[in-house]
């Protein structure tokens, strides 16, 4: 298998950034595409595993920053459209409501729930959680903010009645809730560990005047983003190909200055020789793209701007309920 | 479901309901690595209904099994790209763990020295 000439491979590996549009972004997957040439372009199972590598950068609680290098764009986007669609979370569904005199409606009192994160870490289909909510502002005292840390677990279950339509029920029996848990969830192991609590305890749902009151359970269940925008599990995620600035040709003195004058994000640094000062390209990862430094007359034959094809850089920014690296798995 | 030629069976269409780009970009890009393939693409017939549609021609090979090896190879790669970011990850935690311990222990030799002076 020989090499491809230079320019070609260029063609292949990168996108040109011009100065008016970037060209050659389409990836070349085609396997015959260069058999003209004697090349095999079919990518086997075994070049992949040997190439692929992925480099974390940068990974807090609630986001991270890693590399993957030797894949293509269409898996990327894959990995990028499962992340904010498919991933499965637990949010608010269903709200009953037994009190509400706020001036805050009630689909909306729902719907703002409904938006709250709740921090959880194995959303599971055969498990509910219930949430209770009842804030009371006394006549006389002044306004309350009704925040997210009102929201109480309910490991027993619901604690409203069911009205039953028989009324010679046996009162000694136990009164019908809304749902029945076989044991109180909070035996469950993993909850006794990590109680279940909306992730920010600050977040504003209502606000209520003297004499006001709200009392209501809360359901929450499994779902995915692709039904509504409540289940999404990050913030948001994207990529971008690695920016790489070459220069094309020595750029000396007063040149490199206004070169390393022009960037807004400082790329270039300045190197001195013993004859003289030379533009380096000193951060490249950090090149936004702006094209500031081919604009004006000539730079276009000093610089060149490309996009490494099979080299993404991802950020997942997580809304909380799952820390970002567990979300990627 | 299969649209094609019952006596040519090497190009075939293929339907898939309920589902959208996310499978079906990275399923013909494994087709398209494939060399027994000559032509491979996907189309959405309308955006609000979520079916799609993967043409393959091969040469001569049959379509269904050309489809099913691409199918294989994207989960491979799949979970090769996991092992391989598991590993990443931990490789990741443990030195930045390393970091801070030496930290740690450079301000606390750093408290000695000055003490023992």
């Known amino acids: 298998m020989g090499q491809l000439p230079p320019h070609l491979e260029l063609q292949r590996s990168r996108v040109s950034c011009n100065k008016d549009a970037p060209i050659h972004t389409e990836s070349i997957q085609y396997s015959g595409a260069y058999a003209s040439m004697g090349i095999d372009n079919s990518s086997r199972l075994d070049r992949f595993s040997n190439n692929f590598r992925v480099e974390v950068v940068r990974l807090n609680e609630d986001d991270m920053e890693f590399d993957m290098i030797g894949i293509d764009a269409a898996i990327a986007n894959s990995f990028r459209r499962i992340l904010i669609a498919e991933l499965p979370t637990m949010a608010i569904e269903k709200v009953l409501i037994a009190n509400n005199t706020s001036i805050i409606q009630d689909e909306v009192l729902a719907h703002r729930l409904g938006l709250v994160p709740i921090q959880n870490d194995q959303p599971n289909e055969k498990n509910t959680i219930v949430f209770k909510l009842h804030v009371q502002c006394k006549r006389g005292s002044p306004r309350i903010t009704v925040k997210s840390d009102a929201l109480k677990w309910l490991p027993n279950g619901s604690e409203l009645v069911k009205e039953t339509r028989n009324a010679t029920s046996d009162s000694s029996s136990k009164p019908e809730t809304y749902t029945y848990f076989c044991c109180s969830q909070e035996t469950i192991p993993e909850f006794v560990k990590n109680p279940i609590i909306p992730k920010y305890p600050d977040i504003i749902i209502a606000k209520l005047g003297p004499g006001q009151e709200i009392e209501l359970e809360a359901y929450a269940v499994k779902g995915i983003r692709k039904t509504h925008a409540k289940w999404s599990p990050v913030a948001t995620a994207w990529y971008r190909m690695l920016p790489e600035v070459v220069l094309l040709e020595d750029i000396e003195d007063d040149l490199a200055e206004e070169l390393k004058s022009k960037c807004p994000v400082n790329l270039f640094d300045i190197e001195d020789l013993g004859k003289g000062r030379r533009a380096t390209v000193a951060r490249p990862r950090a090149c936004t793209l702006c094209r500031e430094c081919i604009r004006g007359d000539d730079w276009e034959k000093r610089v060149a701007l490309h996009r490494v094809k099979d080299h993404f850089i991802f950020t997942i920014e997580s809304t909380g309920a799952l820390p970002p690296e567990v979300l990627f798995i | ?117």
């Open chain 2, 1 to 117: 479901m299969e649209h094609g030629s019952f006596t040519d069976n090497s190009a075939a269409t293929f339907s898939l309901t309920d589902e959208d780009h996310t499978i079906a970009n990275a399923v013909r890009f494994t087709l398209n690595q494939d060399p027994r393939v000559t032509f491979c693409g996907y189309s959405i017939p309308h955006p609000s209904e979520a079916r799609v549609n993967i043409r393959v021609q091969t040469t001569g090979d049959l379509a269904r099994e050309v489809l099913k090896d691409a199918c294989q190879n994207l989960m491979l790669m799949c979970r090769h790209v996991r092992c391989t970011f598991d590993k990443a990850v931990e490789d990741f935690k443990a030195s930045n763990a390393v970091k801070a311990m030496k930290i740690d222990s450079q301000d606390s030799s750093g408290d000695d020295s000055e003490e023992s002076e």
